[in-house]
């Protein structure tokens, strides 16, 4: 690979990234609390502490800095800004303005997620995002935080990806409410998050104009097998085009990539024979991010730029890591070259944290976390993403 290829565009962007529950600690009204203590679910444990970031934000943001990584993306716990429907907390609201200002101190770009898949327990216990009426109590809340954090964020994303919550939540059973009611009500809740959604657009343009806004998408390669053309389509829509459409006049997509999803006539299929398969289940894929760029930037006719906010790997190997962080980033000049806008990369993630439904089993850390210390450790892929920052270039030679 030359120097000119291995080269990333001048301005383009490095951070690391993390969700509020999945780092806080003690987030214990909402939804996930909930679940995860809900001995039917398909929780394996609590999130308890997690990583004590909510005293400890200071060393997290120490940590970014010191990588050399211009940008950190956070999350917003909703539950804790407004615990009661119509109820905000000053207190929480000067938090997440900290936060904000301390990342701006150490050179640190602050890029706020409003929602990163949990909803308090009141929103919950009234229909939770199967219920229209949230849309609008989503950005009565968003626009009460924008206009705390406003001068203070450099982008702001309004939903995580909502296709994630719809499915898991709604028809596979996976994530709260814990509903397995098939892929019509995943459908329906599709059509609730895109209102809030573009509600929220509206609210953060109003309450802190000027702060860039856009949705973050989880995306897969989806790859037909056997025939499996039609049902892909189908797939693709309700995973994916149902946001993309709604992403008209934002001005950023965040596209969210980690592997591929291969489609029989019958649905999806496992891990193909000879593929690594990591511990969440699903294949070592990293070229799947590339395709997933090329696809978001075709299918939005090529009008909405481009950040990838979410990739990386759950892996207990920190070799395999840099690995695979090094051929999606391989993937993501190929793009470019091409024409796609790309304006930055984001690693998922800066702690080894609690993922959710798998619990602290994944690690997809660039910094280890001790389970009883909360001692932070980064890892040599740590700082071998911070060389590649550091020059903008990736290495002349793959990492092996």
Request: glycine share 10%; aromatic share 12%.
């Amino acid at each position: 690979m030359s120097d000119v290829v291995r080269q990333f565009p001048e301005g383009f962007t490095w951070g690391t990234a993390t969700a509020a529950h999945q780092i806080e600690g003690g987030n214990t009204n909402n939804d996930w609390w909930d679940f995860e203590h809900d001995p039917d679910s398909f929780a394996r444990e609590s999130s308890g502490d997690a990583c004590d970031s909510y005293h400890r934000w200071q060393e997290d943001a120490d940590l970014v800095a010191s990588l050399g990584l211009d940008n950190y993306r956070f999350s917003l716990e909703w539950s804790r800004i407004e615990p009661a429907d119509g109820e905000f907390s000053q207190a929480a609201l000067d938090h997440y303005a900290r936060v904000c200002e301390g990342l701006k101190e150490r050179g640190v770009d602050p890029v706020v997620t409003f929602h990163h898949f949990t909803s308090p327990r009141w929103i919950a216990e009234d229909g939770g995002w199967a219920a229209p009426e949230t849309a609008d109590r989503f950005a009565a809340f968003v626009e009460r935080a924008a206009g705390r954090l406003d001068g203070l964020m450099t982008r702001a994303c309004t939903i995580n990806e909502p296709n994630i919550v719809s499915f898991c939540g709604y028809a596979l059973g996976a994530f709260p409410p814990g509903r397995t009611d098939g892929v019509q009500a995943a459908r329906d809740v599709n059509a609730v998050f895109v209102d809030g959604h573009r509600k929220a657009v509206d609210a953060i343009r109003a309450a802190a104009p000027g702060t860039p806004v856009g949705l973050t998408l989880s995306m897969t390669e989806y790859v037909a097998v056997d025939g499996g053309e039609e049902r892909l389509a189908k797939e693709r829509k309700l995973m994916e085009d149902d946001f993309l459409d709604a992403t008209g006049g934002d001005d950023f997509l965040g596209v969210q990539t980690y592997t591929r999803t291969r489609v029989g006539p019958k649905g999806a299929l496992g891990a193909e024979e000879g593929v690594p398969k990591l511990v969440m289940g699903y294949e070592y894929w990293p070229q799947s991010l590339e395709a997933t760029l090329r696809r978001a930037w075709e299918y939005t006719g090529g009008k909405v730029p481009l950040w990838v906010t979410e990739n990386g790997i759950g892996t207990d190997d920190d070799a395999q890591r840099i690995r695979y962080l090094d051929e999606a980033l391989r993937g993501v000049l190929r793009a470019v070259a091409d024409g796609v806008d790309v304006r930055g990369y984001t690693c998922w993630s800066l702690l080894d944290n609690f993922e959710w439904s798998f619990g602290y089993v994944p690690h997809f850390g660039l910094v280890e976390v001790d389970r009883t210390t909360f001692a932070r450790t980064p890892k040599p892929s740590a700082a071998w993403l911070a060389e590649v920052a550091r020059t903008g270039a990736l290495p002349q030679t793959r990492a092996i």
